[in-house]
């Protein structure tokens, strides 16, 4: 099977813009969740999507939102791009069908960087 | 929330030795993962063990439930095994809680 794809690998923004992210999940995954990273931090959960609903949320502004569609094919939009939304962000998906046994698989990320 | 710690927060070592990376968890947990993260920023799953021991080629983690940690051993190192090493463990809403990882530098 194919691994977690994103698109795009790269992007350079400047303050005030928005921004869209995509994801497409190992074909037969229905949950994706998304993560930003910054410089020499951990992972930071946005949120969580299974079967195009969002199922958890994590502790960030609502500049960042995303949603589903029926194919499990994530995005992910920030907008009003702040210079502190600079990171690696990085979608996972996961088989729900063995949860709480799943692992998670993560796609390349996606680095923005915000002038 | 649970809690995760992971220690040591930064190791370096020469190619070829020994290293045990920890993960405390404040609460009992049904799910519980170990991932590296390359220099370049890819996430791989290294191994899916809520509890019990598992074996990996020069990877092995144990998990001791009833105590609230797991331990991810690395024997020979080599210098591909850098990176940063994260544990998640996963709370009973779904989401993955992270520790902030041990960053590990293996020298030529």
């Known amino acids: 099977k194919a691994g977690v794809t994103q698109t795009p690998r790269y992007l350079i923004k400047t303050r005030g813009q928005q921004v869209t992210l995509s994801c497409s999940p190992i074909?037969?995954?229905?949950?994706v969740s998304w993560y930003q990273q910054t410089p020499g931090q951990g992972l930071q959960f946005l949120f969580e999507?299974?079967?195009?609903?969002?199922?958890n949320k994590g502790n960030f502004p609502g500049r960042f939102s995303g949603r589903q569609f029926s194919n499990s094919r994530s995005e992910m939009n920030v907008s009003t791009l702040e210079l502190g939304d600079s990171a690696l962000y990085l979608c996972a998906s996961s088989d729900v069908t063995s949860w709480p046994t799943d692992t998670q698989y993560f796609g390349p990320g996606t680095r923005l960087t915000v002038l | 929330g649970i809690q995760v710690e992971q220690s040591p927060p930064d190791l370096i070592l020469q190619e070829g030795a020994n290293s045990t990376l920890r993960c405390n968890f404040s609460?009992?947990?049904?799910?519980l993962q170990w991932f590296h993260q390359n220099p370049w920023g890819q996430l791989i799953n290294l191994f899916y063990i809520p509890s019990g021991t598992k074996q990996n080629g020069r990877l092995s983690a144990t998990t001791v439930a009833t105590e609230r940690y797991s331990l991810l051993y690395i024997s020979s190192s080599q210098t591909t095994d850098s990176g940063v090493y994260f544990c998640a463990v996963r709370e009973s809403n779904y989401q993955l809680i992270w520790g902030a990882g041990t960053k590990l530098i293996i020298k030529p």
């Open positions: 609460d009992s947990v049904n799910n």
């Open positions: 999507y299974f079967s195009e609903t969002q199922r």
């Open positions: 074909s037969g995954h229905r949950s």
